[in-house]
Every structure is written in C-alpha cells, then in structure tokens.
Nanobody, 124 residues
Framework: VQLQASGGGLVQAGGSLRLSCAAS????????VGWFRQAPGKEREFVGA????????AYAGSVKGRFTISRDDAKNSVYLQMNSLKPEDTALYYC??????????????????WGQGTQVTVSS
C-alpha cells in the first residue's frame, strides 16, 4: 500500500484543519493507521492512531480532546481533524500504516509504510 497525506496549510491559532491520508495499491481496511508529526529541531512524535474495524483510537496527551481520527474504508482514507490549533502544533505531519489487528503502535518503528509529510503551520 502507498500513502498520500494532504490537507496541510497555514491557519491561525484556534482554527481547524483536516488532514487526509489516502491509500492506494490495496485496500486500507486491514491496517492500523497512525499520525505522527515532526517540528524543526525536534524528534518525531506520535499524534494518534486508529485501528482497523472497530476503529479504536488512541491519542497523545498533547492533542487529546482537540484532534480526532476517523476512517472511511470505502474511500480508502483516514482523516485527522484538528481543532483548537495552537502554535505548538506547527509541524510536518505524516501518516503511517501497519497491517494489524486492533493493536496501536505509538512508535514510528512499529509502522511499515509511510506517506510523505504535509506541513501544518499555526500562527499566533
């Protein structure tokens, strides 16, 4: 499977963005899909992830309550809805996938496939 992340942009603090991760090559439904981000000069960090059906989710504490991950397997896509954005959310956001059951990995090395990043910039 190949992944394509999109939807990044420039937004003011308090605003919202929705990122998309589209899969091609094979069906997305058996995969756990994670979102990670990396800000300049910082290590890549886990943002959240969603399992295959039933679509269990997990989030980093820094985004919990503000970000929501969902999936539409009919469209082979996973979404990251980001609300109440803060300047510290500024980063390059990546989606990643691993064929799995209902397990969620929180480290980048757990995932097999990565998409290219999409830049999110939040101005104060």
């Amino acid at each position: 499977v190949q992944l394509q992340a999109s939807g990044g942009g420039l937004v003011q603090a308090g605003g919202s963005l929705r990122l998309s991760c589209a899969a091609s090559g094979r069906t997305f439904s058996p995969y756990t899909v994670g979102w990670f981000r990396q800000a300049p000069g910082k290590e890549r960090e886990f943002v959240g992830a969603i399992t295959r059906s039933p679509g269990n989710t997990a989030y980093a504490g820094s985004v919990k309550g503000r970000f929501t991950i969902s999936r539409d397997d009919a469209k082979n896509s996973v979404y990251l809805q980001m609300n109440s954005l803060k300047p510290e959310d500024t980063a390059l956001y990546y989606c990643a996938a691993k064929r799995a059951t209902t397990v969620i990995g929180r480290t980048g090395t757990w995932y097999d496939v990565w998409g290219q990043g999409t830049q999110v910039t939040v101005s104060s």
